[in-house]
């Protein structure tokens, strides 16, 4: 589809406001949030980093005649 691709975002260190930061950034460039991973240290109960995956939306689409 032209005007669509993905993002997709690492986000470390893991606290509230960079993923706030991350979120608020690619959606005011257009992408819609789809979902968020996290990747955990072993032996912690805190994340080591995050990815957050976006979708661009698509533009409007030109109507074709039949």
């Known amino acids: 589809m032209p005007g669509s691709g993905y993002k997709v975002v690492e986000v470390s260190p893991v606290a509230e406001d960079t993923l706030e930061r991350a979120l608020d950034r690619w959606t005011g460039e257009g992408y819609d ?3 968020i ?11 080591a980093m995050a990815y957050l ?8 689409r030109a109507v074709e005649d039949p």
Not at 53 to 58: G, V
């Open 37 to 47: 991973h996290f990747v955990m240290r072993e032996g912690s109960h805190r994340p």
């Open 53 to 60: 995956f976006f979708l661009r939306r698509a533009g409007p």
């Open 33 to 35: 949030f789809q979902s």
